[in-house]
């Protein structure tokens, strides 16, 4: 699995919310490219453990780290225990989050404020935290993961699309920040991709009407996720800066009145 001529060769790096979909296939697609990895889960132990064998299995160096993002000093933890593992980081992908569908109406204070502690709150300080490691080592990259639902809406999502509309903006508030001492903040805006809690979390759920509804014709899958992060994460992305990259198969540039 792992290469010592990848993209990501002898790069250190910290992968949130890893134990399965989005995350792990992230995770792995930087063993794959070279990259050292820590993985990350706040309850799927069994998922990040797999892919940490799979990793050592192959020759890379991996390990996992629960922790609980929507409280600050387990962002902290995280990432000063992942630097100790690894011996410095270089890269941060802030992918922990949760998807929840909810009524307008219906959003209790709780609510709200458990997608904003992890989705928004913890990616902030997981990056604040991983920023004074990456400065010992002479900077890295952080690539934060939005989504789709931060540039158009879609009932039910009225918190959700908000976690994500902010990550898009304070992607480039602090790429501004932090360009200057040679950490470069992007985003990744996923759009509709297949992972395996869409079989148990929605009635009904068919692959092929979402791919009907895409103009590429297909749902997307994690790797396509993954291989974006790598680019964002590599140098060949030096001189990209606070962008936020859309993986969506042309979801976004579809006109909503337009029929396929």
């Given amino acids: 699995m792992t290469t010592s001529n990848g993209k990501l060769a002898g790069k250190l790096a910290l992968i949130t919310g890893s134990g399965t979909g989005i995350g792990r296939e992230v995770a792995l697609e930087f063993a794959r490219q070279g990259a050292n990895v820590v993985l990350h889960y706040a309850a799927s132990?069994?998922?990040a453990e797999s892919a940490v064998e799979e990793i050592t299995a192959s020759g890379g160096k991996a390990c996992a780290i629960q922790a609980d993002l929507g409280n600050v000093d387990e962002c902290f933890r995280l990432v000063d225990s992942a630097a100790t593992f690894l011996g410095g980081l270089d890269i941060l992908v802030n992918n922990a989050?949760?998807?929840?569908?909810w009524d307008f109406f219906d959003v209790t204070p709780q609510q709200?404020?458990?997608?904003?502690?992890?989705n928004i709150r913890g990616q902030f300080f997981c990056a604040?935290?991983?920023a004074q490691q990456l400065l010992k080592r002479g900077g890295g990259a952080i690539v934060n993961m939005t989504s789709v639902h931060g540039f158009a809406g879609m009932p039910g999502h009225s918190v959700?699309?908000?976690t994500k509309g902010a990550i898009c903006a304070w992607t480039r508030e602090v790429a501004i920040e932090l360009a200057g001492k040679n950490i470069r903040v992007n985003a990744v805006a996923p759009g509709w991709i297949e992972v395996e809690s869409h079989y148990?979390?929605?009635d009904g759920y068919d692959v092929n009407s979402g791919a009907r509804q895409i103009p590429r014709r297909r749902v997307g899958q994690?790797?396509?996720?993954?291989?974006?992060c790598v680019f964002l994460a590599s140098e060949d992305a030096d001189f990209i800066i606070g962008h936020v990259m859309l993986v969506d198969g042309g979801?976004?540039?579809?006109?909503?009145?337009?029929?396929?």
């Fill in 45 to 47: 132990k069994h998922g």
């Fill in 200 to 202: 148990t979390k929605y």
């Fill in 112 to 118: 709200f404020d458990q997608l904003y502690h992890v």
């Fill in 222 to 228: 994690p790797i396509d996720i993954a291989k974006a």
């Fill in 160 to 162: 959700y699309a908000g």
């Fill in 128 to 130: 604040q935290r991983a």
């Fill in 251 to 260: 979801t976004t540039a579809l006109m909503s009145l337009a029929t396929l």
């Fill in 97 to 101: 989050g949760i998807t929840e569908v």
